[in-house]
């Protein structure tokens, strides 16, 4: 499977849909094209109506909308056809059997086209993940961070970093190769070296302190928890706006841990109701259930506690007292070191829910990148984190030797990020994750 087989693939979602495009991409890809369609190649980005025929038969296959784009200005960077059809199953089956027969003409494998655009230097690997993450998006604040890496916000710091990097090292350079010959002021150059290094490494510490993309892709994780029969399942279902969980007067209805994705003022959630927490004495089931609500509560990035303060356990992440069923009259006010005001909320009538929503998101902040900001992924994070380790040796050192090797290496970890430098497996499981046609 070389790299100069032309490949092509439905690139529209799943048939039967209203249009199917089907992408060609390689140096046949205009031959391609031309086999399965009537009549000669419109200009380049023009537009034309064309029959999609079987080579051999000549039978019509389909109509469709033909563009083609030149390897220069195209997304691939390679000659790209684009046979824009009818969503039909059967058509689009026709259609990829007659190209698969064409010599040096293959369907691509998941995230070629991509892959291929990376390669021809169309893009880089930062806003390639973000492109992937726009593609999954939910959330509006999924797509709004997708969006920034895609546009390559990252990309960018990433290049103004290594600059000031490659100016570092030329200056530690110039020391090592002329200080004998008395024209350079080592130690003024070394320090101006040591602070440059320092505050590059301050800079992505800082980077790295900011919210990573893991919550903005799973979901902020709320978990519902509080006494049996406390409202818990009733509150994730109007929270969820759909019957996720079972509600009944019965105490201990709830055994299990019921998780629902919900995006609430378009910020991903992730909700769970849990068992409602007494004292043992209740069966088996219940026993484990209560289990599992407390290793909820240990992960929880925001717990909605619908009991009393007393009865509280220790939980890590942030607190929201909830006086739940508040339609049913007030509550004496929580005293002792768990005494905090409890957000009155009603999910028969709706009392409060918005100001729980509201407080939901405010409690987020600092959880999720800003909006327009985007968030590191894992792969990124620990290229940046090595990159950070690598300065911070070097604004240690005084031979100059190894602070060349420190930036070197910080160097190399920042042009993973990009893909300047990388290889073959970090492609290959990047692009496993892409769908065929992308
Ligand atoms: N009036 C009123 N009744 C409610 C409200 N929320 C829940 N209930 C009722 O309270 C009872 C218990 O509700 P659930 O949501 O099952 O309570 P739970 O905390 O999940 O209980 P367990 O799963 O047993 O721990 C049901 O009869 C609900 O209809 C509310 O806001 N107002
Ligand atoms: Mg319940």
């Not at 033909?66 to 009818?86: K, M, N, Y």
């Not at 959630?269 to 043992?280: I, M, Q, S, Y």
């Given at each position: 499977m070389g790299s100069t087989d032309t490949i092509f693939a439905l690139s529209s979602g799943a048939p039967p849909a209203a249009i199917g495009v089907i992408r060609i991409s390689g140096p046949r890809a205009l031959e391609a094209a031309g086999a399965v369609t009537t009549a000669p190649m419109p200009e380049p980005r023009q537009a034309r109506f064309r029959r999609i025929v079987d080579p051999e038969t000549r039978e019509v296959l389909d109509e469709?909308?033909?563009?083609?784009?030149?390897?220069?200005?195209?997304?691939?960077?390679?000659?790209?056809?684009?046979?824009?059809?009818?969503?039909?199953?059967?058509?689009?089956?026709?259609?990829?059997?007659?190209?698969g027969r064409l010599p040096a003409v293959r369907l691509a494998e998941?995230?070629?086209?991509?892959?291929?655009?990376?390669?021809?230097?169309?893009?880089?690997?930062?806003?390639?993940?973000?492109?992937?993450?726009l593609i999954h998006a939910e959330t509006a604040q999924q797509r709004r961070a997708a969006m920034a890496m895609m546009g390559g916000a990252l990309s960018r710091k990433i290049a103004l970093w290594s600059q000031r990097l490659m100016s570092v090292s030329a200056r530690v350079e110039a020391v090592l190769n002329f200080s004998d010959e008395g024209d350079v002021d080592e130690a003024v150059v070394?320090?101006?070296?040591?602070?440059?290094?320092g505050t590059v490494a301050a800079e992505l510490a800082a980077e790295l302190a900011k919210p990573g993309a893991e919550r903005l892709r799973d979901g902020v994780r709320v978990v519902i928890a509080g006494p049996p029969n406390a409202g818990k399942s009733t509150l994730l279902n109007a929270l969820a706006g759909r019957d996720a969980a079972i509600v009944s007067p019965i105490a201990g209805t709830?055994?299990?841990v019921i998780e629902v994705p919900v995006a609430l003022g378009g910020v991903p959630?992730?909700?769970?109701?849990?068992?409602?927490?007494?004292?043992?004495g209740g069966d088996?089931?219940?026993?484990?259930?209560?289990?599992?609500?407390?290793?909820?509560?240990?992960?929880?990035?925001?717990?909605?506690?619908?009991?009393?303060?007393?009865?509280?356990?220790?939980v890590p992440g942030a607190l929201m007292m909830v006086h739940a069923k508040a339609d049913l009259g007030a509550r004496p006010v929580d005293s002792g070191p768990f005494a905090m005001a409890a957000l009155p909320v009603s999910a028969v009538t709706g009392e409060g829910m918005d100001a729980l929503v509201a407080a939901l998101l405010a409690a987020t902040e600092r959880l999720l990148p800003q909006p327009g900001d985007y968030a590191l992924s894992v792969r990124q994070r620990r290229a940046m984190e090595r990159a950070r380790d690598a300065l911070v040796e070097g604004a240690k050192q005084t031979d100059d030797i190894l602070i060349a090797e420190s930036v070197r290496a910080a160097l190399a970890a920042l042009d993973e990020i990009t893909g300047r430098a990388t290889t073959e497996a970090v492609l290959d499981e990047l692009f496993s994750g892409f769908c065929i046609g992308k």
């Open positions: 469709c909308v033909l563009v083609w784009f030149p390897a220069a200005a195209s997304e691939t960077g390679e000659d790209t056809v684009e046979l824009q059809g009818h969503g039909s199953r059967a058509a689009i089956r026709a259609i990829e059997a007659a190209l998941p995230g070629e086209f991509t892959r291929r655009a990376f390669l021809n230097g169309k893009t880089d690997l930062a806003k390639i993940e973000g492109l992937a993450d070394r320090a101006g070296v040591t602070g440059e290094i709830t055994r299990d959630f992730l909700l769970a109701d849990t068992a409602g927490l007494r004292e043992p088996e089931i219940e026993a484990i259930g209560m289990d599992r609500a407390h290793a909820m509560l240990a992960a929880a990035d925001i717990v909605l506690w619908l009991g009393h303060g007393e009865e509280l356990p220790y």
